[in-house]
């Protein structure tokens, strides 16, 4: 008598099997027949099954009719294993697909190794469990790595928005945050609603902050355009200045306003300081040409005064002291007539006349105690010298003419100290 009862469930001790199981169709008549009456029975490991009939030909051909639907089953099972297998599709949609295979065979019209088909399914079954579970613990720890990352990108955020003055760097580093964050999937509706209300807040804070700040700065940098304004005015109105000491001193001191003034808006800024420097430069150029002719002067006057000097050198006041007086009185008076010398070499120069002068004197002296009857002729030939000297000076300041008047009150005071020495030789008779 056939079996009937359900031939589809693992034996005991039947481990789930981890190997396909062989097609029915390469042997059908290994896993079932067919009776004379056409019923078709399965052989299962607790006996035979009715599993259908057939009546449409020969035997052989319904129990591989038989055979090859169980071969489609078996086909399919295979299917799902090796996309387990390949890790390809949503394990959970595999692991539904299997429990219907496994349902489909408690009575399944199938002929072939139902036992080994039932093992294979649960091993299916299995793998496909444990890949949910995989997939479920990965996509836990991707939604924990993704809540954990947003997290960190929201307090990095809120930093930024409350402590940095770094507008651009800043600005661009909000901006890659917010490129990361849209790539970040995973987190849960609700709480990443409550972190992007974080992240837009903070985000809208350092917005105004250096909304605030540049505000700020436009109406820092207008103040300074305005005070640049007033003093490139000012440089421009004592370019043409010839007071050449304080109009420097002036030009160091508006140097110094210009750099507390602050930066004006770029394109102002350079034009502005281009102003300025030209101004400046017109000033301090006038003024090297005129101290550079100066110096050419002075230069130039100098070499006239080494000549006087080299002139002077050759007076012998031992012998015609006239003559020797006459001729210092000459060179003296071309020597004031030359004028200012290089201020490094005026000490030189008028110790070197000096000492010819004093050479001079000396021996006037010398010769004053050897003639005393001339002495009282010298004395007033001096002293007429002196009052004519002494005349031409106060013309000199009378006319305003200073350096004339100094020139020749010092040739007074020379020929008063003469005149003191012949007035002592007079007395001294």
């Not at 836990?140 to 790595?145: K, L, N, P, V």
């Not at 350092?206 to 103040?223: E, I, K, T, Y």
């Not at 004006?264 to 000033?283: H, N, S």
């Amino acid at each position: 008598m056939p079996q009937t009862g359900p031939p589809t469930a693992v034996p005991a001790g039947h481990a789930p099997a981890a190997t396909p199981v062989p097609e029915a169709s390469a042997n059908p008549g290994r896993w079932g027949r067919v009776d004379a009456d056409g019923t078709v029975y399965v052989t299962a490991a607790d006996g035979e099954r009715a599993v259908g009939s057939w009546h449409a030909g020969e035997p052989a051909e319904g129990l591989a009719h038989y055979a090859r639907r169980f071969d489609d089953v078996r086909t399919e099972v295979e299917l799902l294993a090796a996309r387990l297998a390949a890790g390809s599709g949503d394990p959970k949609h595999t692991l539904t697909s299997a429990k219907h295979v496994k349902e489909s065979l408690t009575d399944a019209a199938l002929v072939g190794d139902l036992a080994g088909l039932a093992a294979r399914v649960e091993h299916v079954l299995a793998t496909a469990q444990e890949a949910v579970e995989s997939v479920k613990h990965a996509r836990d720890e991707a939604r924990g790595q993704a809540l954990a990352r947003k997290q960190d990108l929201v307090a990095e955020v809120e930093k930024i928005a409350e402590q940095s003055t770094q507008w651009k760097v800043a600005g661009d580093r909000l901006r890659t945050i917010l490129d990361e964050w849209k790539t970040i999937k995973g987190v849960d509706r609700k709480t990443d609603d409550q972190l992007w209300k974080r992240f837009s807040k903070a985000r809208d804070t350092f917005n105004r902050r250096r909304g605030s700040h540049f505000a700020d700065l436009d109406r820092q940098r207008s103040a300074a355009k305005e005070r640049k304004q007033e003093l490139v005015k000012l440089a421009e109105e004592i370019s043409e200045s010839d007071d050449w000491g304080p109009t420097a001193a002036r030009y160091r001191d508006l140097m110094t306003e210009w750099k507390a003034a602050g930066r004006a808006p770029k394109e102002a800024d350079d034009t502005l300081w281009q102003q300025f420097r030209a101004a400046q430069d017109k000033f301090f150029s006038r003024r090297s040409a005129v101290f550079n002719e100066r110096d050419a002067e002075l230069v130039d006057n100098a070499k006239r005064k080494e000549a006087l000097l080299s002139e002077a050198e050759k007076i012998n006041p031992q012998g015609d002291l006239d003559a020797a007086r006459a001729q210092l009185h000459r060179i003296q008076e071309r020597w004031d007539e030359v004028g200012k010398v290089p201020r490094e070499r005026i000490r030189e120069f008028e110790g070197k006349l000096r000492a010819i002068e004093d050479r001079v004197r000396n021996a006037a002296d010398a010769q004053w105690r050897k003639t005393d009857p001339e002495a009282e002729a010298r004395a007033a030939q001096f002293r007429e010298r002196v009052e004519q000297f002494e005349a031409q000076a106060a013309k000199a300041r009378a006319a305003g003419d200073k350096r004339r008047a100094e020139q020749a009150e010092a040739q007074a005071a020379q020929w008063r100290e003469w005149l003191a020495a012949a007035e002592n030789a007079v007395a001294s008779r």
